[in-house]
């Protein structure tokens, strides 16, 4: 089965070079978003893996509901205890956020924020629930400034995500990295837009990150790729081809059942005759 990569960054053809021989593995993703769009799990999901996706934005919630079925999806935040808060949605984006200076930067930008109450809950209390005793593989974190109160509510003691991913963009030095260096893990890696830590007992796994994405991964992007050729363009054009080709197959047949089509085949045949 071909790999198809969803992800922004390429983030899910390193997982998966570095978890391909686990098979029904287990995710935890925290700011899920979109079930397909910019996805580091949905290639994952695809491959027979199931996992927990928190997504506290409606619609996407919504989506990652008919998508995954084999998911648990949760429309909440994840925090450092079980309270109401305040979250900032920005409608068709990956910028939805709790921090209110975060949204404030987004509305001076002209973004049309909006606000809601969400209900938060910590990751230790959502790996009691949901989790249990099963391996997560790996833990991926896109809080848009959210990530040292995400981090403060997760025992890492009990619950040890072999991989964990953090969105950091431009900016890979962050106050809340003792959190996870300090609970056993190293940083591995830095692409640009997500710093990389593997467990200590885990640390086998670092070779698989050591040289970016290449042909020798044997991925395919998805359709609509940021990455890829745009293909709207083709796709419109081959569509409006295929209409017109159906309306002459209607025409050519409609003109062969007609009156003036058999007169003249009648015509035809008479002259072949003579």
């Given at each position: 089965m071909t790999f198809i990569s969803y992800?922004?960054?390429?983030?899910?053809?390193?997982?998966?070079?570095?978890?391909?021989?686990?098979?029904?593995?287990?995710?935890?993703?925290?700011?899920?978003?979109?079930?397909?769009?910019?996805?580091?799990?949905?290639?994952?999901?695809?491959?027979?893996?199931?996992?927990?996706?928190?997504?506290?934005?409606?619609?996407?919630?919504?989506?990652?509901?008919?998508?995954?079925?084999?998911?648990?999806?949760?429309?909440?935040?994840?925090?450092?205890?079980?309270?109401?808060?305040?979250?900032?949605?920005?409608?068709?984006?990956?910028?939805?956020?709790?921090?209110?200076?975060?949204?404030?930067?987004?509305?001076?930008?002209g973004m049309d924020v909006r606000t809601q109450t969400v209900q938060s809950r910590t990751l230790a209390s959502i790996c009691e629930e949901h989790v249990q005793d099963r391996p997560i593989h790996f833990l991926k974190i896109d809080v848009e400034g959210h990530e040292e109160t995400v981090l403060r509510g997760m025992d890492f003691s009990r619950w040890r995500p072999w991989i964990i991913l953090i969105e950091t963009p431009w900016a890979r030095d962050q106050a809340w990295e003792a959190l996870v260096t300090g609970a056993g893990y190293q940083s591995i890696l830095f692409d640009g837009i997500n710093t990389y830590y593997l467990a200590e007992e885990h640390l086998a796994l670092k070779p698989a990150f050591d040289i970016p994405p290449c042909n020798l991964d044997g991925f395919q992007l998805r359709k609509g790729h940021p990455f890829s050729h745009p293909l709207d363009d083709t796709d419109a054009q081959l569509t409006a081809a295929l209409q017109r080709a159906e309306q002459a197959e209607a025409q050519l047949h409609a003109i062969q059942n007609s009156r003036t089509w058999r007169a003249l085949q009648k015509l035809r045949n008479v002259l072949h005759r003579t």
């Open positions: 992800a922004q960054n390429f983030e899910d053809i390193r997982l998966w070079r570095a978890l391909q021989q686990v098979e029904n593995g287990f995710y935890l993703d925290v700011g899920a978003n979109h079930p397909t769009d910019d996805s580091v799990t949905r290639a994952f999901y695809d491959h027979g893996w199931q996992g927990i996706n928190i997504e506290p934005v409606q619609a996407y919630y919504a989506a990652l509901c008919q998508e995954r079925p084999r998911d648990i999806n949760l429309q909440c935040v994840a925090g450092d205890n079980a309270d109401s808060l305040t979250f900032y949605t920005i409608a068709d984006t990956g910028l939805s956020t709790v921090e209110p200076n975060v949204a404030q930067q987004h509305r001076d930008a």
